[in-house]
């Protein structure tokens, strides 16, 4: 998935060659002129990232970027501030903004993409939550995404894994005004105490003592408990290739030795507000849509949800001109199975058929109960093709293996038939999904056990 870069800046000259420059790296790019300009755009979600000069007439960089991040419905875009300003003062005030990002002009290449990938990566991972919690405040339950904005990044719990004492002295006093530090000395046992606590950063020295800080790095990203903490590389001004590495890896952001404290606290509070503004929409919906937008049967999101959230993927597939697909699943003969075998079997097909529904797609697609034996499928970023795909995966899944229903004491041949349709930039939320209902109309009428896709 390519990421829509948004580069602003009042000189034709240098929105032309950083478009150039992006555009050869596969980025789909966007440009403004101005501050103004930008804003608007970023409030139809037509960005992942933001490109921002600081010295532009009518409002400057610093502005922009405070605005963005103090919109909730911005807020979660990445900035990077691309300058010639060079000064410490003007790096501080653009973190101090919210910038995630302050790179000085000229830009070597290969540190500008690979800061921009992971950054955009990172926004990414968290569109999902990001579009429950807008959906969750439009029904009413609370407003996430204003308390996480408005979090100050003060008082967060860091892990500082570093083993010379003279650095991580100095690096505990810099944070001891905002954060509170624990430090590790040692990187085997980091890993569990990240683990095990409950931080807001990890932050790595980049010079362990004989062991390869990068491979710390990437463990915190593969473990299910760390995988969404921030992690912070401490590194010397030779460490280049290994910083871009340790992007690549998963790292959030980095700084250089010798460090200026007031940039490493101002970095620090970044990540701090990141990682709560992510609990902060994990808990919101785990705590206070599980009941209203959740069937309690299967574990899926019921219909009120879904209608809202496709709506909510619709305009953003329609403002960024991107795909998405859905599919209508109906298990096959379902009432001869309650019939048959009795409800409490017809609800244990059920769960087995939605629990095997969940492993055929990804994180970001939504699985829905629509009612009854019927189950929607909502696609983001994919095209009708990869939907007939996933569609034969699901079909496929089912009908490999009996579900065992009745404490184990029957065994019944489930099948289900897949209607798909493909958003083409003008349907409302009705309107797809009574083209994939016809669909699956079709692979009904044709005898069952079967996708067909919409003809449109």
Known sequence: MTARVLVVDDMPANRKLLDARLSAEYFEVATASDGFEALEVCARAQCDIVLLDVMMPGMDGFEVCR??????????????????????????????????????????????FARVRSLARLKMLGDELRLRAQTTREIGLSDALMEAVNDPG??????????????????????????????????????????????????VSLGL????????????????????????????????????????????DYVIRPLDPAELTARIRTQVRRKRYTAQLRSNLQASMELAITDGLTGLH?????????????????ARQRPLSTLVVDIDFFKSVNDTHGHDAGDDVLREFSRRLKASVRGIDLACRLGGEEFVVIMPETDGAVAQIVAERIRSKVAEAPFVTSGGRAAIDVTVSVGVASFFGADDASALLKRADLALYRAKASGRNRVVADAA
């Open 67 to 112: 605005r963005l991040k103090t919109d909730p419905k911005t807020h979660h875009i990445p900035v990077i501030i691309v300058t010639a300003l060079d000064q410490p003062s003007d790096r501080i005030r653009g973190l101090e903004a919210g910038a995630d990002d302050f790179l000085t002009k000229p830009v070597v290449d290969v540190a500008l």
């Open 154 to 203: 003060l008082g967060g719990r860091v892990l500082l894994v570093d083993d010379r004492e003279n650095s991580w002295r100095r690096i505990s006093a810099a944070l001891a005004s905002s954060q509170t530090v624990e430090v590790e000395t040692s990187p085997q046992e980091a890993l569990f105490r990240a683990a095990e606590g409950e931080y807001d950063v990890v932050v």
């Open 209 to 252: 003592e004989g062991f390869d800080a990068l491979r710390l790095c990437a463990q915190l990203r593969s473990l299910e408990r760390t995988r969404m903490t921030p992690v912070v590389l401490v590194a010397g001004p030779d460490d280049n290739a290994r910083v871009l590495r340790g992007l690549e890896v998963g790292v959030n």
């Open 302 to 318: 019921n219909r009120r949800y879904m209608e809202m959230h496709l709506q909510s993927l619709l305009d953003q597939a329609a």
